[in-house]
């Protein structure tokens, strides 16, 4: 019951709260305008930027009513978040000026971000190798590293999928059920808590954000999600991990994980800086290929649900 209402208190929030903060978009001129040329902007009217505030909302509301009380882990998760919502919105804002932010600031806000999760105790210590029958301890300075590039890398994909209606909501929706299953399985219920509240908010958000979308939540929301998405790894199935559970995680974040490992890949092949903004993930690939809006859409969630069930299935086979 206690996540059934964590559920309906996060998914009210940010239901409620993105109609008005889209009319407070329109009046700031708060708004993400087509860009003639940019083969990334796929929208043909302004779109406003403020759902990441009621995504932030919704599943702060929620944390702080229904979750365990944490100390610094619950302070870490908030204020990492509330950082990631600052350097997001600078970000965002110059979108509505037609320009680009430079990469370097948000990378170091995400990072700072990052440490305030592994300062609180939420790390990546080591995994257990059954192969030895002992669990394998990580030296402090390799659990910091492990730490801070997976919280970096996850916020960093799920940010860089959000580049057509629906998308990152959907794979964030889909990688928190499939993170709140496997959480229950392994009786994690603050791993679970997170879990279920984020994967409200991603559904609610979605009401507006499906195609055509009438709201987007910029870098500012798609940073939260990631960042939160990994920290529910973390949290969870990352404790006590094995070395066959380690590809969890990796499974239920598949699709977000896999293209941009692709595009990061290709950038460094030809020589394009990794965080230079362009077409090449696969979404775009499949609307250049003929595919529409929904139906790219709908390829890339089945997809994303087929490695989420088999990271379930992984999880039975472990047990």
């Given at each position: 019951?206690?996540?059934?209402?964590?559920?309906?208190?996060?998914?009210?929030?940010?239901?409620?709260?993105?109609?008005?903060?889209?009319?407070?978009?329109?009046?700031?001129?708060?708004?993400?305008?087509?860009?003639?040329?940019?083969?990334?902007?796929?929208?043909?009217?302004?779109?406003?930027?403020?759902?990441?505030?009621?995504i932030?909302?919704?599943?702060?509301?929620?944390?702080?009513?229904?979750?365990?009380?944490?100390?610094?882990?619950?302070?870490?998760?908030?204020?990492?978040?509330?950082?990631?919502?600052?350097?997001?919105?600078?970000?965002?804002w110059?979108?509505?000026?037609?320009?680009?932010?430079?990469?370097?600031?948000?990378?170091?806000?995400?990072?700072?971000?990052?440490?305030?999760?592994?300062?609180?105790?939420?790390?990546?210590?080591?995994?257990?190798?059954p192969?030895?029958?002992?669990?394998?301890?990580?030296?402090?300075?390799?659990?910091?590293?492990?730490?801070?590039?997976?919280?970096?890398?996850?916020?960093?994909?799920?940010?860089?999928?959000?580049?057509?209606?629906?998308?990152?909501?959907t794979?964030?929706?889909?990688?928190?059920?499939?993170?709140?299953?496997?959480?229950?399985?392994?009786?994690?219920?603050?791993?679970?808590?997170?879990?279920?509240?984020?994967?409200?908010?991603?559904?609610?958000?979605?009401?507006?954000?499906?195609?055509?979308a009438?709201?987007?939540?910029?870098?500012?929301?798609?940073?939260?999600?990631?960042?939160?998405?990994?920290?529910?790894?973390?949290?969870?199935?990352?404790?006590?991990?094995?070395?066959?559970?380690?590809?969890?995680?990796?499974?239920?974040?598949?699709?977000?994980?896999?293209?941009?490992?692709?595009?990061?890949?290709?950038?460094?092949?030809?020589?394009?800086?990794?965080?230079?903004?362009?077409?090449?993930?696969?979404?775009?690939?499949?609307?250049?290929?003929?595919?529409?809006?929904?139906?790219?859409?709908?390829?890339?969630?089945?997809l994303?649900?087929?490695?989420?069930?088999?990271?379930?299935?992984?999880?039975?086979?472990?047990?």
């Amino acid at each position: 019951m206690l996540y059934i209402l964590a559920f309906l208190v996060s998914f009210a929030v940010v239901y409620l709260l993105i109609p008005p903060l889209g009319r407070l978009a329109f009046r700031l001129d708060f708004v993400d305008k087509p860009r003639e040329g940019v083969e990334r902007k796929l929208h043909r009217e302004p779109i406003p930027l403020t759902a990441s505030y009621a995504i932030y909302l919704g599943f702060a509301t929620a944390y702080l009513m229904l979750a365990e009380w944490n100390g610094y882990e619950t302070m870490a998760v908030l204020a990492g978040g509330a950082l990631l919502l600052v350097i997001g919105t600078i970000d965002d804002w110059y979108k509505t000026q037609g320009r680009d932010f430079p990469s370097l600031p948000k990378a170091l806000v995400q990072i700072a971000a990052a440490v305030l999760v592994y300062l609180s105790g939420i790390e990546f210590s080591g995994f257990y190798n059954p192969l030895i029958d002992d669990y394998v301890l990580l030296p402090g300075w390799l659990q910091c590293v492990l730490t801070i590039l997976w919280i970096f890398g996850v916020t960093t994909v799920i940010n860089f999928s959000d580049g057509m209606d629906g998308l990152a909501g959907t794979l964030s929706a889909i990688s928190a059920g499939t993170l709140f299953i496997v959480a229950l399985v392994k009786g994690q219920s603050h791993s679970a808590m997170m879990a279920i509240i984020l994967l409200a908010a991603a559904i609610a958000y979605l009401k507006y954000n499906k195609p055509p979308a009438k709201i987007f939540m910029g870098d500012a929301g798609a940073t939260f999600l990631g960042f939160v998405l990994s920290v529910i790894a973390l949290d969870g199935v990352f404790k006590q991990a094995t070395l066959l559970s380690l590809f969890i995680p990796i499974l239920a974040l598949g699709v977000p994980i896999f293209d941009n490992l692709f595009v990061v890949f290709k950038r460094l092949i030809q020589g394009k800086p990794i965080y230079q903004a362009d077409a090449s993930q696969v979404h775009y690939r499949l609307l250049r290929a003929g595919y529409n809006n929904r139906q790219a859409l709908a390829l890339l969630g089945l997809l994303s649900l087929c490695l989420g069930l088999s990271s379930i299935i992984l999880l039975l086979v472990e047990a």
